[in-house]
C-alpha cells in the first residue's frame, strides 16, 4: 500500500457518483449522520456501546450477536477508544488499539465489526477494516481465517500510520476531499468532513471497484 497507488483514486471519484451503485451511494450519504448518532450524548457507557454496533451493524451483511459475558471488557474498550489522548506515546497507542480490538472482537465475534465499532468511537483514530481492504493490501483474497484475525487489523493501522506521515499525505488529502466534495454535491448530498482514516478506505474503496 503506498501513497502514489492510492493517488489514481482521485480522478476516479472526480469521474463518477455511484449513480447506478444504490450500495454505495447509500453509504455516502448515511455516513455522518453514522458518526453524529454515535458521539450524541449516552445516559450510559453501555447505551453508547450498543448504539454504535447497532449503526456499525446496519452496514454490514450479518446480523449483531453479542457475547453478554464479554459485554463489559467491550464497554470498557470502547469507552477507551472515544477518550484516547492525542499526545499518547507510540507504545502506549498500540497498548490501545490492541486491547481495544480483542475486546470488542470477542465480544461481537468479528474483528470487521470490532473495527467498525471502534471507527464510530474515534473515526480519526481507528480506520474501518474489511475484506477489501485486505484483498487490496494482499493482491489476493483474503480467508475467513485471516480475517478472524486482530493482529491483520492492527498491521493495517500500522500501515496507514506511516501513510499518513508521509510529506506529501496532507497534499493528497486536499485533493482527495475536494473531488469527494465535488462527487457529494453532485448527488445532492450535505459536504462533510473526512479524517485522515477515512480518506485512505475510501480511496482503496474507489480503487477495488467494490
Known amino acids: 500500500m503506498n501513497l502514489e497507488h492510492l493517488y489514481s483514486a482521485v480522478e476516479l471519484v472526480r469521474s463518477g457518483c455511484y449513480r447506478d451503485n444504490p450500495r454505495e451511494a447509500t ?19 453501555t447505551e453508547a456501546f450498543l448504539r454504535a454496533t447497532c449503526l456499525a451493524y446496519a452496514w454490514m451483511p450479518e446480523r449483531v450477536r ?6 463489559e471488557s467491550a464497554v470498557a474498550a470502547f469507552e477507551a477508544a472515544r477518550a484516547s489522548p492525542q499526545s499518547a ?6 497498548a490501545l488499539h ?9 465480544c461481537l465475534s468479528s474483528v470487521v465489526g470490532a473495527s467498525m465499532v471502534l471507527h464510530l468511537a474515534a473515526p480519526g483514530i481507528f480506520p474501518i477494516w474489511d475484506e477489501r481492504i485486505e484483498r487490496f493490501r494482499l493482491d489476493e483474497e483474503p480467508s475467513p481465517y485471516h480475517m478472524g484475525q486482530a493482529r491483520h487489523y492492527l498491521a493495517f493501522m500500522d500501515e496507514l500510520r506511516d501513510l499518513t506521515a508521509h510529506p506529501l499525505f496532507l497534499t493528497f488529502h486536499n485533493d482527495f476531499c475536494t473531488a ?8 445532492r448530498i450535505s459536504p462533510y468532513p473526512l479524517t485522515e482514516t477515512k480518506v485512505v478506505e475510501a480511496a482503496i474503496t474507489e480503487l477495488t471497484g467494490d
Open 180 to 187: 469527494y466534495q465535488a462527487r457529494l454535491q453532485r448527488l
Open 98 to 106: 490492541e486491547r481495544g480490538t480483542d475486546a470488542i472482537a470477542a
Open 27 to 45: 453509504r455516502l450519504r448515511t455516513y455522518p449522520v453514522m458518526i453524529a448518532s454515535a458521539a450524541a450524548p449516552a445516559s450510559s457507557p
Open 89 to 94: 506515546s507510540d507504545a502506549e497507542r498500540a
Open 66 to 71: 453479542i457475547e453478554q459475558s464479554l459485554m
